[in-house]
């Protein structure tokens, strides 16, 4: 392969350039905006530097040539069968130059939004479906990174949906690191914690229903919400549909009156209050009322309507308390689902289960790596 860098005034200067000297198989590597000359600053002259290369194996004399798809796979077979030749070792100039287009492929990440209105077009789609669900930028200049360095080991290009397909992949391998998943029931008392109007009490319900008529355990509900004047009806109505029993919390010795109380049962289900989440005072007043130890997993609760900086910040406020897994709610009512990526990515932690509406008991997944990026790209059937 041979790599060589042009500078030009414009880019089509620059391709007249790169087709006389390299031919008509020459591929862009990377350009870029440079300016040159000037005086103290200013009135410099702006060009286009461009990397191009060409696999010198193709490289033929000049000539008029029809190729038809027949010819076109022959000529594809011809490049890729000396790679086959197990026993045959590249030449060192061929290592130095994989090794400068490694080093090419890399720079792009750093120069990615310089760089962008010189992606093929198929990589400029993907580029601008991922940043308008807000993607963080880091996580997409690292997508994008590799599906160049994919772009340009393809010997065809790729369609926008291929491309769509490996970014898809990607960030489901990415998630993988992470847990997943809802209650196991390895712990006997689940707590759901977050901010004011994400719907923690219909999310509590779901998983209710969920554990009693799909796994058949025996459930009880505890409620620390006596904050919210209707907040302890509606989980009364939700406690008489299911059929199982409630208690209200108002400190922790009456928590503990309620976990004494459904000794016998499989599952305790523990509601609490949504408040103001900038005011660090509402975790403390939770320490005080529940007993947050190694019997209890608690999910935190996030509307995928909140702001991704508030999504941090309520992150960083319920931090003293140990939060297991995330469930994102409210996936109904919004179009952009890059936050929920970003955010778990960024800390590092899963999710147990989306929401996507207010019925109750349907309207609730648990979450998987795939489920999570089938929401951000649209995909159905997300089951």
Known sequence: ???????????????????????????????KVVHKNGFLGLFRKKNIEVI??????????????????STMKEQNRNIAAPLKDENQKPSLEMMNQITELKSIITSLQKNSD??????????????????????????????????????YENKQELTTDELKELSHSLLVQKLNALPFGGISYKKKYVSVVGPTGVGKTTTLAKIAAEAILKDGKKVAFITTDTYRIAAIEQLKTYAKILNVPIEVSYNLEDFQKAKDQFS?????????????????????????????????????????????????????????????????????????????????????????????GQNVPDDIQTATPEIVVNTLFGVAGNE
């Open 264 to 356: 016998d049962f499989d599952l305790i289900l523990i509601d609490t209050a949504g408040r103001n989440f900038r005011n660090q005072q509402y975790v403390k007043d939770l320490l005080e009322i529940i007993d947050f130890n190694e019997e209890v997993e608690t999910f935190l609760v996030l509307g995928l309507t909140s702001k991704y900086s508030d999504m941090m910040t309520i992150y960083k406020q319920f931090s003293v308390i140990d939060i297991d897994r995330v469930i994102f709610t409210k996936t109904d009512e919004t179009e952009h689902f890059g936050q929920m990526v970003n955010f778990m990515i960024k800390n590092r932690i899963g999710a147990a289960y989306i929401t996507t």
């Open 52 to 69: 191009a290369a060409v696999d010198s194996v193709v490289q033929k004399p000049k000539q008029q040539v029809t190729l038809t798809k």
């Open 1 to 31: 392969m041979k790599v060589k860098k042009y500078e030009a005034a414009s880019m089509p200067e620059a391709m007249k350039m790169i087709r006389s000297e390299l031919g008509d198989e020459a591929v862009i590597l990377n350009s």
């Open 114 to 151: 310089e760089l962008s209105d010189h992606y093929p077009l198929p990589i400029k789609s993907v580029s601008m479906f991922l940043e308008d669900q807000e993607i963080d930028a880091s996580i997409r200049k690292e997508l994008i990174t590799a599906i160049l360095e994919k772009w």
